[in-house]
Nanobody
């Protein structure tokens, strides 16, 4: 089975920085697209940033210029560097990855369990 485990969340003051990590483990043949989502209380889960296996990135308008997504393919890990954090960035952040379990298998999207980020004003 595949597991995605996030880490790096916490409490930070507005203007501060945090770096989230998400490591994939299990019987993995290949990891293709990876992404970060966030979900604030009472709101729907929203896409924050995506990165392809070749490191092409895309960002939600609300985080452009402040967040950076990156990956280490050798470690099956994706990162989210978050700078200039705002109270409205407060949410649970989820890792999402499109993974193949073998050379002949179709890909499946997997989710991590989430990590809480709280930004105080």
């Amino acid at each position: 089975q595949v597991q995605l485990v996030e880490s790096g969340g916490g409490l930070v003051q507005a203007g501060g920085s945090l770096t989230l990590s998400c490591a994939a483990s299990g019987s993995i043949f290949g990891i293709y697209d990876m992404a970060w989502y966030h979900q604030a209380p009472g709101k729907q889960r929203e896409l924050v940033a995506t990165i392809t296996r070749g490191s092409i990135t895309n960002y939600a308008d609300s985080v452009k210029g402040r967040f950076t997504i990156s990956r280490d393919n050798a470690k099956n890990t994706v990162y989210l560097q978050m700078n200039s954090l705002k109270p409205e960035d407060t949410a649970v952040y989820y890792c999402n990855a499109r993974i193949a379990l073998s050379a002949l298998a179709t890909t499946t999207w997997y989710w991590g369990q989430g990590t809480q980020v709280t930004v105080s004003s």
